[in-house]
C-alpha cells in the first residue's frame, strides 16, 4: 500500500508545471555529473583545470537561471489565483 501511495504521490507532483520543471532540472543535473564522472574516468587528462571551471562554471550559471525563471513561473502562477 505504501509503494502504492509513493507512485500516486510522485505522478501528481510530476503531473503540475513546476513538480515537471523540477524533475528536468534534477535529470539535467545528474546528466552533467555523470558526465563528468564519465570524463575523468575513460580520460584523466581529457579535461584541465581551467576547462572545467569554465564548463563548470557556465553550466551553475545556466542552472541558476533555470531555476530563477521557475521560481517566476511560481510567482506568475500565484498571482492567478
Do not use: C, W
Amino acid at each position: 500500500m505504501l509503494v502504492a501511495s509513493k507512485r500516486h504521490y510522485m505522478r501528481q507532483y510530476l503531473e503540475s508545471d513546476l513538480g515537471f520543471y523540477y524533475g528536468v532540472g534534477a535529470f539535467i543535473i545528474a546528466i552533467f555529473v555523470i558526465g563528468l564522472v564519465a570524463v575523468a574516468v575513460i580520460d584523466p587528462d581529457g579535461v584541465g583545470t581551467v576547462e572545467l571551471v569554465g564548463l563548470a562554471g557556465g553550466f551553475f550559471v545556466f542552472m541558476l537561471v533555470y531555476f530563477i525563471s521557475v521560481s517566476v513561473q511560481r510567482l506568475e502562477d500565484s498571482e492567478n489565483v
